[in-house]
């Protein structure tokens, strides 16, 4: 197995790796921990195998929302057809940053692929963290901000042509709401890394509306340098396994007249504490 890093701080690409037999679980787990975005390059996986695979980290955690691959309830399907123009993940987020505790990372299949495109971009939040001065740092850390899933995947998204087309579903069950540090002190590594994101964060506690949209909005624009960034290019087969109390990522919708399927199970994770105190 052979591990090379994607960019200076952020990704990386396994070549090689044995996920059949485990032999190689532990070189993966340290991998997964060190560069918090992995790409598991030609698996070649079943949909047993791929669930066998993410249960190693933990049990499942199961979408509300996404469309389920047939007869696999704990496989959320990522999809867009030839003839759709919006896919399901273009803005910046963290996967279930909404639940309480939310997830610890999602591992995503390339099960059908657009001949060029179809990426996706991480944001590393350790990184964005370490390169705010320290001030900015200290206030950050006494705060805490809210995160919804309502106003993503609720009743007001469903005339979005990814619920007309039945990719996303069950806007009835869109009623989580949480509150959690701005900073966490990763669950893992330890670090300190931002937690807010802009498709499920809506408000930092205890600000007025214009305080937190302008601070939100700062963090929003520090946080997508590209010094913070690593960018995955798929082949049919790949598995990509990111941290979601690490990174942000973005699908990028750049293969129009083109089809992509992507299968992504997503692992529970555990409350997230403030890095202060
Ligand atoms: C997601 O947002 O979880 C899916 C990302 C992708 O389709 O590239």
Redesign the pocket.
Known sequence: MEISPLTGGLGAEVFGADLTNGGDRDAIREAFSQHAVIVLRAQNMSPEDHLAFARQFGPINVNRFFKPLDEYPEI?T?IKEADQTQ???EGW?T?HSYDVEPALG?I?RAVDMPPVG???VFASMGMAYDALSAPMQGFLEGLEAWHSSRHVFGATVQNSEAARSGRLSNADAAQQDARHPVVIRHPLSGRKTLYVNPVFTTSIEGLGQEESDALLAFLYTHCQKPEFQCR?RYATGDL?MWDNRATW????NDYHGHR?E?H?ITVEGCALSAARG
């Open positions: 959320a990522v896919a399901v993940g987020h996967d999602s995503l179809g990426d996706t995955v990509a990522h973005k699908a990028i992509r992507m992504r």
